[in-house]
């Protein structure tokens, strides 16, 4: 069928040229998305899925050590899509202060998209609902740097922002004028509200991450927030318990065809196709995160089979075998930390891991040494190095 843009252009005149900037219409989508058996079929297997990953986070023994991991895959993965070269394990390692394999502006970045995720969650626990208060919040800490300052962080942009080219009169696309993002975000915060109407949170999700992307509110940060919202929309409203999904790693390996797919909404509102991908991505990234869960499970278990072998010593490695799941890449101080046990016990402890092959030591240093569980970080990191 024939759809009309979903929104209009306006002319911005400004001293060196005259150029075009798209504001988007309200949502829901006018007129409303055309609903095939195919496509329904796709948001009824996501839906499944999410189900599936949901049932799994209550079952594991051990979720609260994989959300550690889970929820910096997606910072790395996102991150990597803005082009950040940073790995799992080089955020790892900066997170416990040690040098990474890669520029420490990319780690610290990465850490950065971490801790506004977690920001997110805590205002939304504190009972504040999806708004532009929270999302600022985010932005504000994703920006905590000093690069960040030009870039006005947690503020809603008050100039023109333009994607591609040099200047907006030859950019592939130009989001609204500042002076309408305001009214833009509150038509926004609404449709994340279910006001005036609810919208089946999938589906909502869906919806608002094209409309927030083609807000473009913030000066920089804009397709990290953006990412981060499908998490927490899908937490907010009670899809998911926990953020346990990462989304991104299916957006970066398909990134051409996802940008295409924002910009054809945008230029002829073929939200059909979009919705298509989101519901594919949706569903191949809770059955990969339940496939990484169950495999960690079962190597963990495995290992602490193992690790029970060890007789009299088995009681303190086991407990430092549980610290290296929430932290798989760590100093002993920081394990002396996180179980309570004398750095000697620590020290002993993670001799017997690295004998059976459990643990092994990153660095060859007398003092402030670093263990890494080697297999757990490898499992954890195999489908972003698949996505390079």
């Not at 899925?49 to 910072?75: I, Q």
């Not at 072998?309 to 930390?337: C, D, E, W």
């Not at 643990?359 to 489908?383: I, K, M």
Request: aromatic share 6%; with cysteine.
């Amino acid at each position: 069928m024939h759809r009309p843009t979903p929104g209009h252009y306006v002319t911005v005149s400004t001293a060196s040229e005259p150029f075009e900037a798209f504001v988007p219409a309200p949502l829901p989508p006018a007129p409303p998305v055309v609903w095939t058996p195919g496509l329904r079929r796709r948001f009824d297997d996501a839906l499944v899925a999410l189900g599936r990953l949901d049932a799994v986070t209550a079952l594991l023994p051990n979720a609260s050590l994989l959300l550690y991991s889970f929820v910096r895959k997606e910072a790395v993965l996102s991150s990597q899509i803005e082009g950040t070269q940073s790995s799992l394990a080089d955020l790892l390692l900066y997170e416990i202060d040690e040098q990474p394999g890669v520029p420490v502006e990319d780690a610290r970045e990465v850490s950065r998209c971490v801790a506004a995720l977690e920001r997110g969650l805590k205002e939304l626990r504190d009972g504040l609902p999806l708004c532009t208060r929270l999302l600022c919040g985010m932005h504000e800490v994703l920006l905590a740097h000093p690069g960040g300052r030009g870039k006005t962080p947690g503020e809603v942009r008050r100039s023109q922002v333009w994607i591609g080219g040099t200047r907006p009169g030859n950019a592939a696309f130009v989001p609204p004028p500042a002076d309408t993002v305001p009214g833009c975000l509150r038509q926004f915060e609404r449709f994340l509200n279910d006001e005036p109407e609810p919208t089946s949170t999938l589906i909502k999700a869906a919806l608002a991450h094209v409309q927030f992307e083609t807000i473009h509110p913030f000066l920089d940060g804009n397709g990290r927030i953006g990412r981060l919202l499908i998490v927490l929309q899908l937490v907010a409203d009670g899809v998911l318990s926990e953020p346990m999904l990462y989304p991104s790693l299916f957006f970066k390996t398909h990134r051409a065809l996802y940008y295409e797919l924002l910009n054809e909404v945008r230029l002829r509102g073929d939200w059909e196709r979009w919705l298509d991908f989101f519901a594919e991505g949706i569903a191949v990234s809770a059955a990969q995160a339940v496939s990484t869960a169950n495999a960690l499970l079962s190597m963990v278990n495995a290992d602490r089979d193992r690790i029970a072998g060890l007789g009299r010593a088995a009681a303190s490695a086991l407990a430092v075998h549980q610290a290296l799941q929430r932290q798989p890449i760590a100093t002993s101080a920081a394990l002396v930390k996180a179980t309570g046990l004398t750095a000697a016990t620590v020290n002993k402890s993670l001799v017997h891991l690295g004998r059976i092959g459990i643990v092994g030591e990153l660095t060859n240093r007398q003092r402030g040494r670093v263990f890494s569980y080697r297999r757990y970080v490898d499992e954890l990191a195999a489908e972003l190095e698949a996505s390079a």
